[in-house]
């Protein structure tokens, strides 16, 4: 039944009693409330707040429940988180208890225990004989001439910039055996620096030995801090720049391009003396050879010509008219075949004959150059057994009876 239909409850009349809203809760009446309640558990008031109530003594649970809390909110701060890379370092009253690993632990709360945290994955850098103002590992910002500045061993000055990395390996030596680990790390290594520098030459650091200097450098700055058991590793050492120092770099300059204007020159002749030498060679080789070959030759012909004289000789034993004849007879054709002279063999010597010279005179240049052999002329038309009259014809045109 609504509220407004007849026997309906005026009590749900949503606008009556609108005048009789009750205002915000009192402050001091919510502090009392509170204070009344606090009392009741450490034994308060008994009389609900009034003044004329005798005041019960403090109860023994409600400390023990304080008491309790604290302990376990001091013991809750004895949780710790070691992030990955890091170490944790424990102390108990400043002396070291443990060594703990990534993860969370729990130690006894200050001041009984404290924790010290250290980055053993994190690459530490460190600046010797100068100083970097933009990012790290960059040269030319600017020389610290007390640190860079270096005597070698030829007592030349150089200035050497030296960027070192490392790494700490055991968070324990790290904390404990070293006071000021950067101080310390930059003392060794201007020392070892200064050792392998003056051990060397001025144009070994400037040049050829650079990477042996880094190497070195890096080796004697490991062994000092071993033996110092710092905890500590270098990962790698950086020869940033090494140079002569600015009073004189212009001489220095001066010196390098006379250096290479020499090796330059060295190298020009050097590849002069590789392209002449092997054609002197081969041109000596080539005449050597060319002597054997003329010598055989010579040997050859002259054993030839002694074989052949002897081989008439013989011939000559066993008929000698003959023999003296045709070579007679040889000697001529040799000789007369490189002359313009026409032999013709005639009986009479009355008949009129018509010669081309010329075309004879080439026939016989062109025999001439194919003869081979003086004395066996296959196509010789010179009949050695009978007597012949020949008439000479000159070019001329004379004809001269011979015999």
Do not use: C
């Amino acid at each position: 039944m609504s509220w407004n239909e007849p026997g309906g409850d005026k009590k749900k009349d949503p606008w009556s009693g609108r005048n009789e809203e009750n205002g915000p809760p009192d402050l001091d009446e919510a502090i009392r409330s509170l204070q009344d309640k606090l009392g009741g558990l450490f034994g308060g008031n008994s009389g609900g707040g009034n003044g004329n109530d005798e005041a019960s003594p403090p109860s023994l649970k409600g400390l023990g429940f304080l008491a309790l809390g604290a302990v376990a909110l001091w013991g809750a701060s004895g949780f710790y988180v070691v992030d990955e890379g890091n170490r944790g370092v424990e102390l108990r009253f400043g002396k070291y208890i443990t060594t703990t690993q990534p993860g969370l632990n729990w130690h006894l709360p200050a001041p009984i225990e404290t924790v010290e945290l250290v980055n053993i994955s994190q690459q530490r850098f460190l600046e010797v004989g100068y100083r970097s103002g933009g990012a790290r590992g960059t040269s030319g910002q600017g020389s610290v001439a007390k640190e860079a500045l270096m005597l070698t061993k030829d007592e030349n000055i150089v200035d050497v910039r030296l960027a070192v990395q490392y790494q700490v390996n055991d968070a324990k030596k790290y904390l404990f055996n070293i006071l000021n680990q950067t101080a310390t790390l930059k003392q060794v290594t201007e020392s070892a620096e200064r050792g392998v520098i003056g051990g060397n030459t001025m144009d070994f650091v400037l040049t050829e030995g650079r990477s042996q200097v880094v190497i070195d450098i890096k080796k004697d700055i490991q062994q000092v801090m071993d033996a110092y058991d710092s905890g500590i590793i270098i990962t790698s050492v950086n020869l940033q720049d090494a140079q002569p120092p600015e009073q004189v770099q212009s001489a220095f300059e001066d010196a390098i391009k006379a250096r290479e204007d020499k090796q330059r020159l060295i190298n020009e002749a050097e590849a002069y003396a590789n392209d002449v030498v092997p054609k002197a060679r081969g041109g000596a080789a080539r005449l050597t050879q060319e002597s054997e070959g003329y010598k055989s030759r010579i040997i050859s012909a002259a054993e030839g010509e002694v074989s052949r004289f002897t081989q008439i000789l013989k011939e000559y034993k066993k008929a000698p008219e003959i023999t003296r004849k045709r070579i007679y007879l040889e000697t001529m054709e040799s000789v007369m075949s490189a002359t313009n002279t026409v032999m013709v063999d005639v009986k009479g010597g009355n008949n009129l004959m018509y010669l081309p010279l010329d075309k004879l005179a080439a026939k016989s240049a062109a025999a001439v150059g194919n003869n081979t052999s003086h004395f066996n002329a296959p196509n010789s038309t010179v009949t050695p057994s009978r007597s012949i009259n020949h008439t000479r014809t000159s070019s001329r045109g004379r004809t001269v009876r011979g015999r």
